[in-house]
């Protein structure tokens, strides 16, 4: 069967609720004037590695669990708006929804409603099948819906990535996401050996890649055996929020990954994504184009 869908995004759709902040920790206070206001807009994970791999030119479709709520309707107007496809499967607890406490630097604080998910939630086999067996890849959110639809992923031959996000290295509900993975992404921010934790993924799982994200300091790539130090690239404008800055990095990989690049080349793709999309406010929902991409990663190549 022929491929139609280059990326599927499997998992985190939803909407924050974006909070500027005079500092992180807030300080305490009776109150706090708030500008340049508090903006709801839809935008998770999934939602930004599909808008990113989208703007790249990938196929893209997005499945996950919504709500027949307004915060649903701001998930799907945001996938019609942008021309990428959406199965909505009905959630009856509502769209998963958090708030974003973002500081003056752009770092952030995510308050997620946990009463929006139950153990009892999946994905319908059926439909993971079906649109597994015309994909190329598929990118899974670790939710816990997602986790359940890996060994139908598994067995429709796909590869297989996820973000393990600000996993400690030893959470085990991580490890199921970890080992199915042919690509690991994940933050260094909580590991305490991250070169540690990404060799363990690669000895117990199935992983050809690992990158460990580390802010401002690039990233690190564990692949063929090899370590290697990715350094950050220049922001082309003022840093003013880091949110959605690792989802851009994994979309703008998966691209170059399925473009059969190096995986080195591939995180030189993802860390110009990243520094792209910390000068999106976090009010809005945005992500570096293919041409604006490859442009930037040919002038890192050559020095320019």
């Given at each position: 069967?022929?491929?139609?869908?280059?990326?599927?995004?499997?998992?985190?759709?939803?909407?924050?609720?974006?909070?500027?902040?005079?500092?992180?920790?807030?300080?305490?206070?009776?109150?706090?004037?708030?500008?340049?206001?508090?903006?709801?807009?839809?935008?998770?994970?999934?939602?930004?590695?599909?808008?990113?791999?989208?703007?790249?030119?990938?196929?893209?479709?997005?499945?996950?669990?919504?709500?027949?709520?307004?915060?649903?309707?701001?998930?799907?107007?945001?996938?019609?708006?942008?021309?990428?496809?959406?199965?909505?499967?009905?959630?009856?607890?509502?769209?998963?929804?958090?708030?974003?406490?973002?500081?003056?630097?752009?770092?952030?604080?995510?308050?997620?409603?946990?009463?929006?998910?139950?153990?009892?939630?999946?994905?319908?086999?059926?439909?993971?099948?079906?649109?597994?067996?015309?994909?190329?890849?598929?990118?899974?959110?670790?939710?816990?819906?997602?986790?359940?639809?890996?060994?139908?992923?598994?067995?429709?031959?796909?590869?297989?990535?996820?973000?393990?996000?600000?996993?400690?290295?030893?959470?085990?509900?991580?490890e199921?996401?970890?080992?199915?993975?042919?690509?690991?992404?994940?933050?260094?921010?909580?590991?305490?050996?991250?070169?540690?934790?990404?060799?363990?993924?690669?000895?117990r799982?199935r992983?050809?890649?690992?990158?460990?994200?580390?802010?401002?300091?690039?990233?690190?790539?564990?692949?063929?055996?090899?370590?290697?130090?990715?350094p950050?690239?220049?922001?082309?404008?003022?840093?003013?929020?880091?949110?959605?800055a690792?989802?851009?990095?994994?979309?703008?990989?998966?691209?170059?990954?399925?473009?059969?690049?190096?995986?080195?080349?591939?995180?030189?793709?993802?860390?110009?994504?990243?520094?792209?999309?910390?000068?999106?406010?976090?009010?809005?929902?945005?992500?570096?184009?293919?041409?604006?991409?490859?442009?930037r990663?040919?002038?890192?190549?050559?020095?320019?």
């Amino acid at each position: 069967m022929s491929t139609e869908i280059d990326v599927l995004v499997l998992g985190g759709a939803g909407v924050d609720t974006i909070v500027h902040v005079p500092e992180l920790p807030v300080p305490l206070a009776d109150s706090h004037m708030i500008r340049p206001g508090i903006v709801t807009r839809a935008g998770q994970s999934g939602d930004f590695v599909a808008l990113g791999t989208s703007a790249l030119g990938l196929r893209t479709h997005h499945l996950d669990m919504l709500g027949d709520d307004p915060e649903g309707d701001l998930v799907r107007a945001l996938h019609r708006d942008r021309g990428i496809a959406l199965t909505a499967v009905p959630q009856p607890l509502g769209t998963k929804r958090a708030v974003n406490l973002v500081g003056p630097d752009g770092g952030r604080l995510s308050l997620y409603d946990a009463t929006r998910a139950a153990d009892t939630d999946r994905l319908p086999e059926a439909t993971v099948r079906e649109l597994a067996a015309v994909s190329r890849h598929a990118h899974v959110v670790i939710t816990q819906p997602c986790g359940h639809a890996l060994p139908a992923l598994r067995e429709a031959g796909v590869t297989v990535s996820t973000d393990l996000h600000d996993w400690d290295g030893s959470n085990p509900y991580h490890e199921t996401f970890a080992h199915q993975a042919d690509l690991v992404f994940l933050s260094g921010a909580a590991l305490a050996d991250p070169e540690r934790t990404m060799r363990r993924i690669t000895e117990r799982g199935r992983a050809r890649a690992v990158v460990a994200t580390a802010g401002a300091d690039g990233a690190y790539l564990l692949a063929d055996g090899e370590l290697t130090h990715v350094p950050a690239a220049a922001p082309p404008a003022p840093v003013v929020d880091s949110n959605g800055a690792g989802d851009a990095f994994a979309a703008a990989f998966l691209y170059a990954w399925l473009n059969a690049e190096p995986p080195r080349r591939c995180a030189l793709y993802g860390t110009v994504a990243g520094a792209y999309a910390c000068t999106v406010p976090s009010t809005r929902a945005d992500s570096i184009g293919r041409t604006e991409l490859c442009a930037r990663v040919t002038d890192l190549v050559s020095g320019g």
